[in-house]
Structure formats: structure tokens, C-alpha cells
């Protein structure tokens, strides 16, 4: 696999001020490429250097598991953000799937802050698609549901390192931004087709 973390899909202060780039370059550029960093040494000269991430992800434990699944997450959580994101999903199969699966916009935005309130200490809130129906779980510390038969359609950092720096202990308010200000409903849309 290649070792390098992928560039983030906009400047770091382009989420500007719900996200502020302070925080984009801690998050990023120290939590992120950390687990990189550490996934690196851990697998140099290992035959699991080889694989995928995902099939890292997939097949390990411990140590290397936590920084291949928390590499992973972040890829992923970065990619579900856009400047000027989040609201309800335009008209389309993602809109039609919350309407069906939750009954619309504003009972999904209470069950995905709900999931993220609800995650004691550090994880993840997840929109997935499993068995062809749309569903909210989380997942603590750096657990993924690429381990299990859930696609992931979108995630949300609950870790404290997500948040504290542009809003101290207020996860609630952080899960709120990312709602209705951050949701990047195309790349939900491309992981719905993929
Ligand atoms: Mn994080």
C-alpha cells in the first residue's frame, strides 16, 4: 500500500468558521498522518505492506489494526466534507433513501447527533447501507464498519481532537455543524452507487 496519507480534498481553511483550519491542521496533519506514520512502522518489511488498506483493515488486530482502521476513517470522514456542505440532501437517490429509511432530513439529523452524543469517550457516528436499507450506528475508539456487512455511506469524528479545538466540550454543537453545514451529499451519492 502507499504510505502516505491522501492530500485533503480542500485548503485547510476552506471549512471556514465551522471548521477553522487550526484545527484542520491538527487534525490532519498530526492525528491523521500519525496513524500513518505509526502504520508504517509497524508493517515495514511485513508481508501485510503489501495489501490494500482495506484489507489491512480488514484481516489485523491491535495495534496495527488501530492505526490502519483510524487511517481509513479519516480518509473517509475528510472526504464526506465540503465547504458550504450539509442541509438536507438535494433531490435524488440519497434524499429518497432518508426519506425512506428514516422518514426524512430532520429525523435523520436527530438520530445521526443522537449516535454521536451517545458514543461514550472517543469513536465514530456512521450512516450505512446494509442489506439495501440505510441505517445510523457508531462505533468507539477506532472500530469501522468496513470490518463488518454495513457499507459506509458517511462518517462523523466524535473523537475530542475532532472538535474541542473550535468548540471546547460542545460535541453536541460540532454534530449540529456537521449536519447542517459540512455533509458532502455527493460523495454519500458516489458511495451509494460504488
Ligand atoms: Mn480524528
Not at 496533519?29 to 505509526?38: A, L, S
Not at 445510523?136 to 475532532?162: F, Q
Request: with cysteine; aromatic share 12%.
Amino acid at each position: 500500500m502507499n504510505f502516505e496519507v491522501p492530500a485533503l480534498p480542500y485548503a485547510k481553511d476552506a471549512l471556514e468558521p465551522v471548521m477553522s483550519s487550526k484545527t484542520l491542521e491538527f487534525h490532519y496533519e498530526k492525528h491523521h498522518k500519525g496513524y500513518m506514520v505509526k502504520l508504517k512502522a509497524a508493517l515495514e518489511g511485513k508481508p501485510d505492506a503489501d495489501k490494500t488498506l482495506e484489507d489491512i483493515v480488514k484481516s489485523s488486530s491491535g495495534g496495527v489494526f488501530n492505526n490502519a482502521a483510524q487511517v481509513y476513517n479519516h480518509t473517509f470522514f475528510w472526504e464526506g466534507l465540503k465547504p458550504g456542505g450539509g442541509g438536507a440532501p438535494p433531490a435524488g437517490d440519497v434524499a429518497d433513501l432518508i426519506q425512506r429509511d428514516f422518514g426524512g432530513w430532520d429525523a435523520f439529523r436527530t438520530q445521526f447527533i443522537q449516535a454521536g452524543m451517545t458514543r461514550f469517550g472517543s469513536g465514530w457516528a456512521w450512516l450505512v447501507l446494509e442489506g439495501g436499507k440505510a441505517s445510523i450506528v457508531s462505533t468507539p475508539n477506532a472500530e469501522t464498519p468496513l470490518t463488518g456487512a454495513g457499507k459506509p455511506l458517511l462518517t462523523a469524528d466524535v473523537w475530542e481532537h475532532a472538535y474541542y479545538l473550535d468548540y471546547q466540550n460542545k460535541r453536541d454543537t460540532f454534530l449540529e455543524v456537521f449536519c447542517d453545514k459540512l455533509i458532502n451529499w455527493e460523495f454519500v451519492a458516489a458511495n451509494l452507487k460504488g
